[in-house]
């Protein structure tokens, strides 16, 4: 069996995905590595050291470990600081393979991580897999660019990678056109859901275990509050909403994230008093899996209005639960969301539009069937199936010479 070490450099696998630089990646490297591990394999995930008193090496379960590497102070970093410490980070995890043994490959997370999987590679003559989660290339086309230098280091890195891992063909596709990647090491391997949380529920008893009225429509919005993500169009879609459905009423899961995340939950707070809607809308803190599932199985439709998604793991849990969904017609939402079968796409953002596109997948007429549809869809994608694909990958690289830096 195979020794994985993970890069997970800028945010942590135990970390509480929906807040900070927390998300869908966090739950990915999670849920890979203990399915990783529970095929027999050897899993180190290795991540920045964010606080003093956290162990050096956490024991997830058998055969899964996370470990903290001094790299820079130990409190979190703000978003233009994390690149500085990467080579720190890259040196520390460099004397852990010397100390406790060389891994068989590393999956490097993120671009950050990828800078440290790079030079590791080359250091220690081991494969690199890298799943870059989101593109520079691909936010400047939709939403807004970050850095030319990220771009340039995702290019540089993507050519000596000897495996780039796209969640869809979508992904895939962009990785090949944006940055001119070898379509041989680009590898389709989709996310998947943990089924023993997100299955189908009665909607009524979720709500009473949550504290929420039985009636009225509910409309649920679930995600780090920041601009990418789209909150904003979530809530005006909502107050449009209202006119025509003054009984509904909105779930606002998740934390502040990113330079400009505190200004957006203020500006969510000061739209929901202007329009009036202040009993009508529930902030709520990130969630566990455990609890969130239970948010996905009270509400009638969720909102995924992001701006770019190269997967889109909550419109996936979503539709798991039965809950069907209003997404943008972005990277991997149109893969994962079918109009008219377990939702509605929309390319547009205007508010009026999806509240239309709401009204549409309430009416009672259809939403037994949207609901099935979804569950259906969702029982294709499985944490197991992705796993074994990575350890299939991990094997076929092990007989392999490395790629070469271009």
Not at 200 to 207: E, I, L, N, S
Not at 224 to 231: D, H, I
Not at 301 to 316: D, H, K, M, N, Y
Not at 358 to 384: F, G, K, P, Q
Request: include cysteine.
């Amino acid at each position: 069996m195979a020794q994985l070490a993970v890069l997970s450099y800028h945010t942590s696998p135990l970390a509480q995905p929906g807040t900070g630089d927390g998300g869908g990646m966090n739950v990915y490297v999670r849920e890979i590595s203990s399915h990783l591990a529970r095929l027999g394999h050897d899993v180190d995930v290795y991540t920045r050291r964010d606080d003093t008193y956290v162990s050096d090496v956490v024991d997830v379960e058998p055969g899964f470990r996370v470990h903290h590497i001094a790299a820079g102070p130990s409190h979190e970093l703000a978003r233009e600081e994390t690149p500085f410490y990467v080579d720190e980070f890259a040196a520390g995890v460099a004397e852990h393979f010397r100390v406790h043994g060389v891994p068989s490959a590393i999956h490097a997370h993120y671009w950050l991580s990828a800078l440290a999987g790079h030079s590791l590679k080359h250091e220690f003559d081991i494969p690199l897999i890298t799943t870059f989660h989101t593109l520079e290339r691909v936010k400047a086309g939709t939403f807004e660019a970050e850095s030319t230098e990220r771009a340039v280091q995702e290019e540089r890195i993507i050519g000596c990678c000897d495996a780039v891992l796209a969640s869809c063909d979508v992904e895939s596709e962009q990785i090949i056109s944006l940055y001119g990647a070898d379509q041989q090491r680009v590898h389709v391997v989709p996310l998947g859901v943990e089924h023993a949380f997100f299955a189908p529920g009665h909607r009524p008893q979720a709500r009473r275990a949550l504290g929420l009225a039985t009636g009225g429509p509910l409309v649920l919005f679930v995600g780090r509050l920041q601009s990418l993500k789209g909150v904003d169009l979530a809530l005006e879609a909502f107050i449009s909403l209202r006119h025509s459905q003054p009984e509904a009423r909105m779930a606002i899961v998740g934390g502040p994230s990113g330079p400009q995340g505190r200004e957006t939950l203020d500006a969510l707070h000061q739209r929901v008093v202007e329009a009036g809607v202040i009993g009508s809308v529930t902030f709520v803190a990130p969630q566990s899996h455990q609890m969130l599932s239970t948010w996905f199985r009270a509400a009638d439709v969720t909102l995924v209005p992001s701006r770019a998604e190269s997967f889109g793991l909550v419109a996936l849990e979503s539709s798991a639960c039965g809950t069907p969904l209003v997404a943008s017609r972005v990277g991997g939402l149109t893969t994962l969301v079918v109009s008219e079968h377990n939702g509605l796409l929309l390319e547009s953002r205007d508010p009026e539009e999806w509240a239309k596109a709401i009204e549409w997948l309430l009416d009672e007429s259809r939403s037994t069937t949207l609901s099935t549809n979804a569950v259906l869809l969702a029982a294709n994608y499985t944490w197991r199936a992705a796993a074994q694909r990575v350890a299939a990958l991990m094997s076929e690289l092990a007989s392999c010479a490395l790629v070469p830096c271009p």
